[in-house]
């Protein structure tokens, strides 16, 4: 697998850190070193949420603009604001009513928000974008880790945990349906 560098971005209290350690603690679990870093400064406040995650050999955790490969925008309005992180031909799954107008870096567009509340767990619109995310990226190997994988690290992580652990699970199987649709 060749280095990965991606971008996690949304709002504060969008889970936008579990996220970043889910995937941090998969490509662990896979033997791949990893940093990340975050700016979370208002994030109590509803504030902008950034994370860096970098996946193979680097000597930095913090994403150049230019070099990421991808970007999570748990939010559509986060987009013109991190997407000169994006290199040419990166990739975009954003959470958004609708797909937004796009030019240039592939984009993935998903209503998680929707689909949380008639989940009846609005806390999942994370889950649910990560499995949409997964589910579009891995089979054409845009993304280091696979299904299989991240569910391994979810199941690991929240083994003691079971009513969390299955809401958990249900939602990022509810993303991967509609990310493999």
């Given amino acids: 697998m060749a280095n990965q560098q991606l971008i996690i971005s ?11 350690r889910l995937l ?13 870093s975050e700016t979370h400064g208002m994030a109590q406040r509803g504030g902008v949420v950034i994370s860096h995650l970098k996946v193979g050999d680097f000597a930095s955790p913090l994403v ?8 999570l925008a748990l939010k559509a309005e986060n987009l013109p604001l991190h997407r000169h992180f994006l290199r040419p031909a990166g990739w975009v799954v954003v959470n958004a009513p609708r797909a937004p107008e796009w030019t240039g ?8 928000d ?20 997964v589910a579009r990226l891995a089979p054409a190997a845009a993304l280091f880790c696979s299904l299989d994988e991240l569910v391994a690290t ?28």
């Fill in 10 to 20: 949304g709002v504060g209290g969008q889970g936008i850190l579990f996220v970043t």
């Fill in 105 to 112: 870096e592939t984009l993935h567009s998903l209503d998680a």
């Fill in 24 to 36: 941090a603690e998969t490509a662990i679990r896979k033997g791949l070193a990893v940093m990340t």
């Fill in 154 to 181: 979810i199941e690991h992580r929240l083994a003691a945990k079971g009513v969390l652990l299955a809401e958990s699970l249900k939602a990022l199987r509810l993303g991967i349906e509609r990310g493999a649709a």
């Fill in 64 to 71: 150049r603009p230019g070099c990421a490969d991808g970007l």
């Fill in 114 to 133: 929707r689909l949380a509340l008639e989940l009846g767990n609005p806390q999942a619109l994370n889950l649910l974008l990560l499995g949409f995310a």
